[in-house]
């Protein structure tokens, strides 16, 4: 019932920013928390940074002042930029979205995930 798109991954060089972009499409009544992902080769996926339908964020330690997360509800899309980045910051980043869905309640969606790799 729900899609999401993501972009903006790539190699980018240490010190570098990049911006992600989360689409959600299908049919839903609304979105209510989004956020972005991480998963390191041989780590667990962790939480990156998520962004509620009013506007409150929550930061991982490690990317806090240098992140920011954010979200258009007219374009139902949801942004990751970050600064200073760091080779650890290297991993697939996963949008990931709750939907209320007719028939459903909340239901959980994950992105496909877009490569991130800071390297010189």
């Known amino acids: 019932q729900v899609q999401l798109v993501e972009s903006g991954g790539g190699l980018v060089e240490p010190g570098g920013s990049l911006r992600l972009s989360c689409v959600a499409s299908g049919r839903f009544f609304s979105l209510n928390v989004m956020g972005w992902y991480r998963q390191a080769p041989g780590k667990q996926r962790e939480v990156v940074a998520t962004?509620?339908?009013?506007?409150?964020?929550k930061y991982a330690d490690s990317v806090k002042g240098r992140s920011t997360i954010s979200r258009d509800n007219a374009k139902n899309t949801v942004y990751l930029q970050m600064g200073s980045l760091k080779p650890e910051d290297t991993a697939v980043y996963y949008c990931?979205?709750?939907?209320?869905?007719?028939?459903?309640?909340?239901?959980?969606?994950w992105g496909q995930g877009t490569q991130v790799t800071v390297s010189s």
């Open positions: 990931n979205v709750e939907a209320v869905v007719r028939g459903y309640g909340r239901v959980n969606n």
């Open positions: 962004v509620t339908s009013g506007g409150t964020t």
